[in-house]
């Protein structure tokens, strides 16, 4: 017998969910491709299970768009508990360092410059980085020490929000692969207290805010879904945008470069086009013309 048809549709969008603690982004994206019965859905950039906020889930054609999302600047807010390093920098590990001294708030301002730029980081031994084609995480689970090699990682403010004895909040911009519990790993050891991340809320991801997050609650209720759907372009907001007639368009898609004309074409670096409020390419402006990268099969 041949295996029943899916009965999944072809759903081509973003839908910002406001992840709770508690759950994998993974698990998270499976749960609104069921709500949505979508066949095709992926996420841009994961958030730990400690952690809530924001977690961009593209549907369909919008999985293209991922990389640029991405590449956005991160923001979050998070609690720093003084006293204790863990082996996973956060709450859910064992404490491995402790100390009895606690920082005066001065201190801590006088550190934050440190982390402020472009700095090297170490990621934590918890984490999703490949060593050897194994995820970090899964060798630290299995007893070993992973070998990870600190890279460099932009980190454009790092703010003090509030402080008391045991505790710390911050808000910080950063750039793609920055590790917020690595952020609080180190301070800790510069203030010589430890510490690790007890709380993690990421506020932003490239275009999208918290402004655009939706509960997996409020998903869940019968007729949101349509209301909740943003469109394929919305990953693409922070490029410069090409409106082009229906000629340059049908060239684009298949795969042919096409001349920019007027005072308002984009300089060289990334760009898409648009044909009647659709997005058709997103690719790279070199020497006047814009070069197709990804095409979207979107009718317009």
């Known amino acids: 017998m041949s295996a029943p048809r899916s009965t999944r549709k072809d759903i081509d969008g973003w839908v910002i969910l406001d992840k709770p603690v508690g759950m994998t982004s993974t698990h998270a994206v499976s749960r609104l491709k069921r709500i949505f019965n979508a066949k095709k859905a992926g996420h841009a950039g994961t958030l730990d299970p400690l952690a809530s906020g924001i977690l961009p889930v593209a549907f369909g054609e919008a999985t293209k768009t991922v990389p640029f999302v991405q590449d956005g600047e991160k923001a979050y807010r998070f609690t720093v ?7 996973t920098d956060d709450s859910d590990g064992k404490i491995v360092a402790q100390s009895e001294l606690r920082p005066e708030r001065a201190e801590i301002l006088a550190r934050l410059p440190q982390f402020i730029g472009t700095i090297e980081q170490t990621p934590p031994a918890f984490s999703a980085i490949k060593i050897n084609g194994e995820r970090a995480y899964d060798l630290a689970r ?12 932009t980190i454009h403010a790092l703010d003090l929000v509030s402080a008391d004895q045991d505790e710390a909040v911050f808000e910080a911009r950063c750039g793609k692969g ?3 519990r690595a952020i609080a790993r180190d301070l800790g050891r510069l203030l010589g207290c430890f510490g690790h991340v007890t709380a993690l809320r990421r506020t932003r991801v490239g275009p999208f805010t918290e402004a655009d997050a939706i509960a997996l609650s409020d998903l869940e209720e019968s007729g949101v879904e349509a209301q909740a759907m943003r469109r394929v372009e919305a990953g ?6 090409v409106i082009v007639d229906r000629d340059a368009a049908a060239k684009l898609r298949r795969g042919q470069s096409i001349l920019l004309r007027g005072a308002d074409a984009p300089m060289d670096g990334s760009a898409y086009a648009a044909c009647g409020g659709v997005v058709i390419a997103v690719g790279a402006v070199e020497k006047g013309e814009l070069v197709p990268g990804r095409v979207f099969n979107l009718p317009f």
Do not use: I, N
Not at 142 to 153: F, I, M, S, Y
Not at 236 to 241: D, F, N, Q, V, Y
């Open 81 to 87: 508990r003084f006293g204790a390093e863990t082996d």
């Open 142 to 153: 299995d007893g070993e020490t992973p070998q990870l090699v600190a890279r460099l990682v």
């Open 178 to 180: 920055t590790y917020v």
């Open 236 to 241: 693409l907001m922070e490029l410069p945008r």
